[in-house]
């Protein structure tokens, strides 16, 4: 990944827990992302049209996780990456999510890192 966006501590709520207790009321997650992009056209350009629109994406990583109830953090950074990669913005994902978990414990935290392959990666890059 050489040109990367990168977002730090994005804060979204979800229901996420192993039991139903624990996802009876939404918790704040702290989400990092790095995407793999092409920085020198965005800037070549000087146009939003040839850059990842960040704004929308956070809206994105918040809308999934508040659209439905996870088990685990795995599942949650495992359908961010998935997510992010099928937008078609990047071939190359990074995504970290992090949750309090147990008292005494800063948090935990999960990190994928996920590639598009084939013939949907082709496409991606010859969008650009």
């Known amino acids: 990944m050489a040109d990367k966006l990168i977002l730090r501590k994005i804060h979204a709520e979800c229901r996420i827990g ?21 920085a020198g056209r965005a800037a070549e350009v000087d146009r939003m049209k040839a ?4 704004v929308a994406l956070v809206e994105q990583v918040r809308g999934l996780c508040a659209e439905q109830s996870y088990h685990l953090v795995e599942t949650v950074a495992e359908a961010l990456a998935k997510k992010i990669l099928e937008a078609g913005s990047t071939t190359h994902v990074r995504v970290v ?28 890059r010859s969008r650009r």
């Open 18 to 38: 192993v039991t139903p207790d624990e996802r009876a009321l939404p918790q704040r997650l702290s989400i990092d992302l790095e995407l793999a992009i092409d």
């Open 51 to 54: 850059a990842v629109d960040y």
């Open 97 to 124: 999510v992090r949750k309090r978990a147990v008292a005494g414990l800063g948090y935990a935290a999960v990190e994928v890192e996920r590639r598009r392959t084939g013939r949907a990666a082709a496409v991606a």
